[in-house]
């Protein structure tokens, strides 16, 4: 019997059938924007052959005004359908199922000429929507009803209708934004007859054998949103009006609480979706943080939805559904919700990847073919580098000997693990170690390669990874000075009052890691509802806590250094900064910028500010850690090149600077392509 009876089951819509309960989520990945579509299919294709029940796209405008920036991708004219058939095909090529997302932005479209039910200003825009008048919101409705038109004739097998997140539609259903007084605004019945009427008329569009989803906000997280009882309303009318299936969205998009971040706990709004079922006939889909197929499983058998979404975990490998199906589940390559590739990409103009998988919407571009010379590959270091190098030629069919001066792999990773929020780092090296031995690599731990061992090889690719670097603070040398590695690693006694010099992404994963009493919020739901004040839509509508946010008060007292005079954390993550910001916050955290590091006291650290070094303060602190970022760690290499050897040097070795996994990673598998 297989191991995920209710994930693999096929579910029943009457006029088609999917193959089994899994949704592979809207993405926006920033591909559709490219026009190439043969590129655009093979990203889908790969994903269909990997068995995923059913596709939907990344969102489509309806029209110029609905885009959610100018350009944005979008079902414009029938001159648009060519290429979307050529993705529709790829996927049915391939046995899958692929339905279209209608992607109205409303308020969020960044674009003078965003419309809305009212100018209500959205706070992550600057602009201010215009207000349709009747016949403006004639043509919004017949354009999203011409589009499923055109996605049906382009081959898709269905349309998913945008509901949630705050866009278009979901901007008609709350007060905060809908302050009209006509038929479309006021009671709630005015107020939905917008949604409700795009799903009836889309339906009429496309007829009875077309799968229509519609994602409904079942949590809004922000004041003034939906009650549930309006939610379970719309729900009800959205079926009579000819939805197939119910998707759930989670927050608007401008919520200050986090929903699919990594510190998230898995399946955290699943209990959301579970209070829908029975009230609608169709099949219901949760969604948000859902990434391995036992959590996919627990979240079916548990009775909360009837299918699941998963986005980000299609991007990490595509191959999912096939792997649970064959039993394999320790070798899905995990996605571990850090948004690093694919959500800041997009939100930085940049077409989206996976940090895990860097092959993700490059699959024509990064292609990896067996050799037809097999070499003996020597890889030192198992770092992110070193594993991606290591996996990537091994799979081309070269003989690859992974060498490590340290008792297990991981590097860097065995660090981020440790921190509270960041548990799916655990996942990440478990996969790495599994896949290292499934593929029969030759491991050779607690081995420091050196000129001899490494004679004797086709290739030597230099992994060595980063050191920490010495900032040099006069006083650094006292006992009650750590590194960060002697915190996260070396289980080093901190006092109660801290100051982390450097405010990097390790100066802030010290502060949470030290900072944490007792449980981490992401391995306990109602610890982390608390924290952030996710509250029950039944109760205040919206979802938002009656008490607000309600962080455990640190018995710690840390302040968090740079010499830079900006924002501290701006160089964090481009969609997770303001989370690690907003944690430390909570926490009471002092962050100071723009100082100059004067020297390390028995009382603490004493630092200055400006060039000309005035206002000179004391931070007091029983102990200071140095977060002062690394050098590249080069010796082996340098050794390598005095003798005359080659070497390929990746990953920190080759540049510490903003060293990040996911660069590691890309440059291991990009050169090990090659090699
Ligand atoms: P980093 O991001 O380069 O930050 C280094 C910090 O040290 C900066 O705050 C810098 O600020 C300070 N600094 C640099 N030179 C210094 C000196 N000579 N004396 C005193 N302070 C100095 O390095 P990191 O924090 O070690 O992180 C390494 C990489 O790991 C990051 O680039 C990041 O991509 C990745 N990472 C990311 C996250 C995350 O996004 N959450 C978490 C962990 C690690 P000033 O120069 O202004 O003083
Ligand atoms: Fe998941 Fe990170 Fe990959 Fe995005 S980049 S798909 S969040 S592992």
């Known amino acids: 019997m297989s191991l995920y009876p209710h994930l693999l089951a096929p579910l029943d819509l009457g006029f088609t059938t999917l193959k089994n309960r899994v949704l592979m989520g809207s993405m926006h990945t920033g591909l559709e924007e490219t026009g190439d579509w043969s590129r655009i299919g093979a990203f889908y294709a790969e994903r269909a052959s990997g068995g995923v029940g059913l596709i939907v796209t990344g ?10 920036f100018p350009d944005a991708a979008g079902l414009y004219s029938d001159g648009d359908i060519a290429g979307h058939r050529i993705v529709t095909d790829r996927v049915h090529g391939e046995g899958g199922m692929i339905a279209m997302q209608i992607l109205h932005a409303g308020r969020y479209a960044y674009s003078a000429d965003c419309v809305g039910p009212s100018p209500v200003k959205s706070p992550i825009s600057p ?8 016949n403006g919101i004639e043509k919004q409705i017949a354009d999203i009803a011409t589009a499923a038109e055109r996605a049906l004739e382009a081959g898709y097998d269905g349309v998913e209708i945008m509901g949630s997140e705050g866009y278009f539609l979901n901007q008609f259903l709350v007060t905060r934004t809908n302050k009209r007084t006509d038929r479309w605004g006021g009671s709630y019945e005015n107020r939905m007859r917008l949604p409700v009427e795009v799903v009836r008329r889309v339906r009429r569009s496309v007829g009875d054998r077309f799968i229509v989803i519609y994602r409904l906000s079942m949590i809004d997280l922000i004041p003034e949103g939906s009650s549930w009882d309006e939610i379970v309303r719309l729900a009800r009318a959205v079926e009579d009006a000819g939805a197939t299936i119910i998707n759930t969205g989670i927050g608007w998009h401008e919520a200050r609480i986090p929903t699919i971040a990594t510190s998230v706990p898995r399946r955290a709004f699943t209990w959301v979706t579970k209070k829908l079922m029975g009230e609608v006939s169709v099949p219901v889909i949760a969604s948000n943080r859902i990434n391995t197929p ?11 939805a009837d299918m699941v979404s998963m986005a980000r975990p299609f991007l990490a490998d595509p191959m999912f559904v096939a792997k649970a199906a064959r039993g394999e589940a320790e070798l899905i390559a995990p996605c571990i ?10 939100f930085s103009g940049e077409t989206s990847s996976c940090l895990v998988n860097p092959r993700a919407c490059f699959e024509t571009e990064l292609v990896i073919r067996q050799t037809e010379a097999p070499k003996r590959i020597a890889v030192v270091g198992t770092g992110p580098a070193g594993l991606s190098a290591a996996l990537t030629a091994s799979e081309r069919g070269h003989s690859v000997t992974l060498f490590e001066r340290d008792s297990r792999i991981g590097g860097q990773l065995n660090m981020a693990r440790r921190i509270p929020g960041k548990e799916e780092f655990h996942g990440l090296v478990e996969w790495y170690e599994t896949s290292v031995r499934a593929a029969g690599i030759d491991l050779q731990l607690e081995t420091a390669a050196d000129l001899r061992t490494l004679d004797g090889f086709d290739e030597i690719i230099v992994a060595t990874g980063v050191t920490p670097r010495d900032p040099g603070i006069p006083g650094q040398d006292q006992a009650h000075v750590l590194g ?5 690693l070396g289980g080093a006694e901190v006092g109660q009052r801290v100051a982390i010099v450097g405010a990097g992404g390790i100066g802030f994963d010290v502060a949470e890691f030290l900072l944490q009493d007792g449980e981490s919020p992401t391995e306990n739901p109602a610890l982390w509802r608390k924290e952030w004040g996710v509250g029950d839509p039944s109760l205040t509508p919206g979802g938002l806590a009656q008490k607000g946010p309600q962080p455990k008060r ?5 302040t968090l250094l740079q010499r830079k005079a900006t924002a501290l954390g701006k160089g964090l993550g481009k969609t997770t900064g303001w989370i690690h910001r907003a944690a430390l916050n909570m926490k009471n955290v002092r962050m100071i910028g723009g100082v100059n590091y004067e020297h390390i ?3 603490g650290l004493h630092v200055s500010f400006g060039e000309a070094r005035e206002n000179s303060t004391l931070i007091e ?3 200071v850690v140095i977060c002062a970022g690394q050098n590249s760690e080069r010796t082996l290499a340098d050794e390598l090149a005095a003798a005359g050897r080659t070497a390929h040097v990746i990953g920190g070795a080759d540049l510490a600077a903003e060293l990040d996994a996911k660069r590691a990673v890309d440059q291991g598998m990009r050169l090990a392509s090659v090699i």
């Open 621 to 623: 602190a029983d102990t």
């Open 484 to 488: 960060y590695r002697d915190v996260l």
């Open 337 to 346: 919700a850090c948004n690093q590739a694919c959500l800041d990409h997009v």
């Open 294 to 304: 036992e959590v996919a499983e627990a979240v079916l058998a548990e009775g909360c």
């Open 127 to 134: 602009f201010p929507p215009n207000e349709l008048d009747e």
């Open 59 to 68: 969102g489509m405008a309806p029209n110029r005004e609905g885009g959610v």
């Open 554 to 558: 640190p018995s710690r007292k840390v």
């Open 601 to 603: 006291g028995a009382d």
